[in-house]
Nanobody, 118 residues
């Protein structure tokens, strides 16, 4: 059974930090590119950050570069998103995604709410 379980979402003040985590099971984690997406109310889901299966190559949305850092622990089947200097516009539901090479598979977590507000 494939599972992606996110945690760490919360209410935080502008300028604050949060760390999201995603625990994966039920598929070949070591072969998956892991990503964080987000969806704000009334907006389309967008890619926030991605880390490849091999080599640790990463890419980020321009809006989060320099503030967010994605990392993965292949021994623990986890991927994390460290979010610093949070802004109100970062408010969204954040989703963990696992994607195989050539879309061999494409799995989503249930999402975790991040709210940035004073």
């Amino acid at each position: 059974q494939v599972q992606l379980v996110e945690s760490g979402g919360d209410l935080v003040q502008p300028g604050g930090s949060l760390r999201l985590s995603c625990l994966a099971s039920g598929f070949s984690y070591g072969r998956a590119a892991m990503s964080w997406y987000r969806q704000a109310p009334g907006k389309e889901r967008e890619l926030v950050a991605r880390i490849m299966a091999i080599g640790g190559w990463t890419n980020y949305a321009d809006s989060v570069k320099g503030r967010f850092t994605i990392s993965r622990d292949n021994a623990k089947n986890t991927v994390s998103l460290q979010m610093n200097s949070l802004k109100p516009e970062d408010t969204a539901v954040y989703y963990c995604n696992a994607r195989g090479f050539g879309y061999a598979f494409d799995y989503w977590g249930q999402g975790t709410q991040v709210t940035v507000s004073s």
